[in-house]
Each structure stands twice: as structure tokens, then as C-alpha cells.
């Protein structure tokens, strides 16, 4: 499909962008309380992943894709799939777009209103579990319950390899369960916090392999609900069913990776490299 064929029709949609396949978690979520809410994708896979580079790197990188990709798709709402993004630019977003910016934060406030045992892990990239703006988040919704920080970068890459179709294995796990389950107060915890969205995309077997049941709890639907409220804040309603979705890269996308990725939220009209 070209990009001559996308349509000047617009209805209601909403862009979600990330660096990598980790949007499809928030999208999925959209999907399920908005089945006909047009969803545009915004990666910026010249610039993946985004863990690990400087703040001063990112942050006016994020904001010059993400206001580029708005322009090209035209959507209503812009969503920051994307915890290190959210942690690091939506102010500036929310300054330089008309549309509203829906982020992703950690879900720090409902884990610690849930946990039974006051000890929390927070699972997350190194960049994020590192950054003021968490230590922060902990500092005024964990409500006195102890958080352990578990840095897990390895699992952005075993997400992505699970959406290629390989099998993530129970070792390839080990590690990052290590951190939570085999550290101080480790015994402890009961709920852990999947601080980065392509994590959930693990959720199934983080359950499987950890040595006991816990609750894995993510933002996404927290996202869909806050995306609902807008549409009615903006006085937009959704068909029945959605129209063709745009996939933006700022980067080629050899072998179709990141398209077969997205492949669910067929059609989709791919347009690769920088938007103009």
C-alpha cells in the first residue's frame, strides 16, 4: 500500500509513539475499550532504543519526532507510549503541540494502594529507573511501602524478539527474576510494576517462570481510559469500526520488521524514514 493511497478522510485517531514495538502493549489496551478509534504509529527506530542514551540526547529528539509525526498523520490526541520519553519530555510536548499529550508513568500509585505486603518492585529500563522524575513518583505515591528498583534492559530486546515469533525461554528470564525475587527483601514482593510498555508483551511468561505468583501491573489500560476522557473532552466520537492506520518510521525498516510487528492493526499505510 502507498502513501498516495491514505485518505484525506480523518476521523477521530490518535498517534502513539515510541522508539521501538512496545506501543502495540498501549495500543492493544486502546484497541480493547475503543475498538473504533483509528490508531496511528509513530517509531523512531533511527533512535532505538532509547534506554540507553543521555537525556540531553533525547529529549529534543522526542520532541522533534513525535511533532513531525503528528503533522504527517493529522491525529487528535498524541499518546507517549513510551515511559523514558514521558519521563523526559512531555512538558515540552504538551508546550510545542495544540493536541493533547497523554504519558505513560509508572504505575507506582494503584501497586502501592493494592500491595498486601508493602514491598513493590519496579521494573524498568536503566535510564528510567534511574531518573529523577521516578525517584520522584516513589517519593509521593508509594506511600511508605518499600520499592525495590529493578533494572531490566535486557527485556526490550526479548519483546521485540518475541513479536519475530522466537520463544523467549525461562533462562533467558533467569537474570531479571533474579533481581526481584533473589534480592533483599525480594521474599517480599507481590506485585511488580512493568515500568517500560514493551514489558507487558512478557507479562505471560515473567508469570510463567517467577518461582511464585505475583501480580504484574502495567499502565495500559490507566492509558486507554485517559484517552476515552478525551475524546469526550474534544467531542469526538469513534465508528464502528476504525480506519486505516499510519505506520511513521523515522528510520528504514529492512525485512518489515517493525510492520509485521504492527501487522494486527491491519491495514496499514507504512511510510518509512523522517517525516517531513
Known sequence: MTEAAYSNSLPPSALIFDSGV????????????LP????????????????????????????????????????????????????????????????????????????????????????????????????ELIEQFANGNRVINVPAP?????????????????????????????????????????ACTHFPLLREELDRFAPRRIQWLDSGEAIARRVRWWLEELNLKTGAQPEQSLLLTSAPDPGGRIAGAFSEFAPLLISSGSPA
Do not use: W
Open 22 to 33: 512496545g506501543a502495540i502493549s498501549i495500543a492493544r489496551e486502546i484497541r480493547r475499550l
Open 36 to 135: 473504533g478509534l483509528t490508531l496511528h504509529f509513530g517509531i523512531d527506530n533511527g533512535f532505538y532504543p532509547y534506554g540507553i542514551k543521555s537525556e540531553d540526547e533525547l529529549r529534543p529528539r522526542i520532541v522533534d519526532q513525535a511533532y513531525r509525526m503528528m503533522s504527517r498523520c493529522r491525529a487528535d490526541i498524541l499518546v507517549v507510549g513510551c515511559n523514558t520519553a514521558s519521563t523526559l519530555a512531555l512538558p515540552q510536548l504538551r508546550e510545542v503541540l495544540a493536541e493533547p499529550v497523554v504519558g505513560v508513568v509508572p504505575a507506582i500509585k494503584p501497586a502501592a494502594a493494592a500491595t498486601q505486603t508493602r514491598t513493590i518492585a519496579l521494573i524498568a529500563t536503566q535510564g528510567t529507573v534511574n531518573r529523577n522524575y521516578t525517584r
Open 154 to 194: 535486557e527485556l526490550v530486546h526479548l519483546a521485540e524478539a518475541k513479536l519475530r515469533g522466537e520463544t523467549v525461554t525461562a533462562e533467558a528470564l533467569t537474570p531479571v527474576l533474579a533481581r526481584i525475587f533473589h534480592t533483599a527483601g525480594g521474599d517480599k514482593v507481590d506485585i511488580a510494576v512493568l
